[in-house]
T-cell receptor, first 111, second 112 residues
Framework: GESVGLHLPTLSVQEGDNSIINCAYS??????FIWYKQESGKGPQFIIDIRSNMDKRQGQRVTVLLNKTVKHLSLQIAATQPGDSAVYFCAFTSGTYKYIFGTGTRLKVLA | DSGVTQTPKHLITATGQRVTLRCSPRSGDLSVYWYQQSLDQGLQFLIHYYNGEERAKGNILERFSAQQFPDLHSELNLSSLELGDSALYFC???????????FGPGTRLTVL
């Protein structure tokens, strides 16, 4: 069945360094991908998205890379800050109004 | 603030009971989604409503049901509650394109 996996359940980075969070998906028909950030006690917050006709999209300090060949998605956070500490989820939809979410990667920013 | 509201924020009840969780989507959004998030687990899609009609079902138990009303708010009903139903329940809404989902703050359900 459809699934989304994350390579690293916990990622610790030094403040100021760049963070890379990875995600693998299994549905080759997926056409839309999203990264969400969830802080403790809060609901998931949209960070950035990308469609399958693109391989890179940049936002403010964040970049999403999509490699459809190997079905891999990554989120890059530049100059990681303490406020970036959270759980990050990747998710995809295959046009059926149904989202599949990964189990999440916890990002810890070390001072 | 995503614009999606959920009530109550916390709910504590006993096994066998029934509860109703409420969600109001962002202004103008016709789609409402419900998710369950257990401790240290990812988001499990439960059900999706669009303009009052059920659009898609995920891993929703038969003890659970939902509906979306004409004013577009939605309710998730959980009955015959079990200890394992303790979780965070999130509601999300999206516009007609159905792309980005905006999540509410969640309802934390504790079943004792």
């Amino acid at each position: 069945g459809e699934s989304v996996g994350l390579h690293l359940p916990t990622l610790s980075v030094q403040e100021g360094d760049n963070s890379i969070i990875n995600c693998a998906y299994s549905n080759s028909a997926s056409d839309y991908f999203i990264w969400y950030k969830q802080e403790s006690g809060k609901g998931p917050q949209f960070i950035i998205d990308i469609r399958s006709n693109m391989d890179k999209r940049q936002g403010q300090r964040v970049t999403v890379l999509l490699n459809k060949t190997v079905k891999h998605l990554s989120l890059q956070i530049a100059a990681t800050q303490p406020g970036d500490s959270a759980v990050y989820f990747c998710a995809f939809t295959s046009g059926t109004y149904k989202y599949i979410f990964g189990t999440g990667t916890r990002l810890k920013v070390l001072a | 603030d995503s614009g999606v509201t959920q009530t109550p924020k916390h709910l504590i009840t006993a096994t066998g009971q029934r509860v109703t969780l409420r969600c109001s989507p962002r202004s103008g959004d016709l789609s409402v989604y419900w998710y369950q998030q257990s401790l240290d687990q990812g988001l499990q899609f439960l059900i999706h409503y669009y303009n009052g009609e059920e659009r898609a079902k995920g891993n929703i138990l038969e003890r659970f049901s939902a509906q979306q009303f004409p004013d577009l708010h939605s309710e998730l009903n959980l009955s015959s509650l079990e200890l394992g139903d303790s979780a965070l329940y999130f509601c999300a809404s999206s516009d007609d394109r159905g792309d980005t989902q905006y999540f509410g703050p969640g309802t934390r359900l504790t079943v004792l």
